[in-house]
């Protein structure tokens, strides 16, 4: 296998798999700041939503809700399958059933940090008294 073809490959499968998740990003951003309601030609107003510290917290807080539902979750339920898939596929293969075992391992130490750093931003956030409608939302 060529350089050229070890790169684009995994390059042409990530970007299957998370470009499509890239379009729920567009919700993100919490405000227009408008100052006024805009009514456009279908008569459809939009509300004008200032752009302020609880907006900013509702973008950090859907900044780091995107990344855990549409790419840390499915990328580790797809490393999981692989490391399945090498277990089931090894044939008494002692060095792949290894892999597939240092697979499963970091993808469970991989989800485990990220839930832990998400639970210590939630909790150092709660501390400060930051108001929970933005929070666990």
Do not use: Q, R
Not at 33 to 61: E, H, Q, R, W
């Amino acid at each position: 296998m060529s350089k050229l073809t070890k790169i684009l490959i995994p390059l042409a499968v990530f970007l299957v798999l998370v470009v499509p998740s890239l379009s729920f990003s567009a919700s993100l951003v919490p405000c227009n700041n408008n100052t006024v309601s805009i009514t456009n030609s279908y008569g459809t107003v939009t509300p004008a939503v200032p752009c302020d510290f609880n907006a900013l917290m509702k973008l950090v807080n859907g900044g780091i809700n995107f990344i855990l539902k549409f790419l840390a979750i499915p990328i580790a339920a797809i490393m999981f399958f692989y490391a399945g898939f090498l277990m089931v596929t090894s044939g008494g293969s002692s060095e792949s059933k290894t892999k597939a075992k240092n697979i499963f391992t970091n993808t469970a130490i991989g989800i485990i940090f990220i839930a832990g750093s998400w639970l210590i931003i939630k909790m150092i956030l709660t501390i400060l008294g930051y108001n929970s409608a933005w929070i666990f939302n």
